[in-house]
């Protein structure tokens, strides 16, 4: 069955700077996500996209925050100046055009921010 | 503003015990409600979805628009149980994300 992956599974950098975190959707789907969670709390929204823009994004999404597809494959998001308080888990997550519902998840990356 | 609030963050039950994961949402508008459950060092998963009324793995769950719930329920659990379940909103309309509860982790005693 066909699954999000996503690189790396930790990663840990010095505050400010540049993270990117990949992401390779489930290959038909066309809507993308991003969420994370802060150890302890909850699965939070970031961002969403489909057809190469940006469909909605939360508070969370500062312009410390981006998102792009490069490819036909690849999602990713990337932290320019990274701050202590991004150290998180992020997950990524897709779902086709056929099923509103259902978004299938990656595993996730840890994000540690030191 | 959506909301979704699991009150518990563990629950314990002995395996063959019933149990109840309790979701409560806030949304003025016509929700749809979903369980994800993460295994441990699992990915989250869709266990179930409010449209569908199914049952998965023995699990059911009824939206009640008047208590504005969601819980989940299981007759008898099992072992394979144990996890961290998450209540999930979304609005319906268009590509909207999902808003999480907090989670609730439920370990089943042998």
């Known amino acids: 069955e066909p699954e999000v992956t996503q690189t790396p599974s930790h990663q840990v950098t010095q505050m400010g700077q540049e993270v990117i975190l990949r992401c390779v959707p489930i290959s038909n789907h066309l809507y993308f996500y991003w969420y994370r969670q802060i150890l302890g709390q909850k699965v939070e929204f970031l961002v969403s996209?489909?057809?190469?823009?940006?469909?909605?994004k939360s508070e969370i999404f500062d312009d410390q925050f981006s998102v792009e597809r490069p490819d036909g494959s690849n999602f990713t998001l990337k932290i320019r100046s990274t701050k202590l308080e991004d150290s998180a888990m992020y997950f990524c997550a897709s779902r086709s055009r056929e099923s509103q519902e259902t978004q299938y998840f990656g595993p996730g990356t840890r994000l540690l921010v030191l | 503003a959506q909301r979704v609030t699991q009150p518990e963050k563990l629950l314990s039950v002995f395996k063959g015990a019933p149990v109840e994961l309790k979701c409560n949402y806030s949304?003025?508008?016509?929700?749809?409600l979903f369980w994800y459950v993460q295994y441990s060092r699992q990915r989250l998963q869709l266990l179930l979805r409010h449209i569908s009324r199914e049952s998965i793995k023995g699990f059911t769950a009824d939206l009640n628009k008047g208590e504005t719930s969601f819980h989940l329920k299981k007759p008898f659990a099992q072992e394979e149980d144990s996890a961290m379940y998450y209540c999930?909103?979304?609005?319906?309309?268009?590509?909207?994300?999902?808003?999480f509860g907090k989670g609730t982790r439920l370990s089943v005693i042998a």
């Open positions: 996209f489909y057809n190469n823009e940006i469909s909605e």
């Open positions: 999930a909103l979304r609005r319906n309309s268009g590509n909207t994300p999902l808003v």
């Open positions: 949304y003025s508008g016509s929700p749809e």
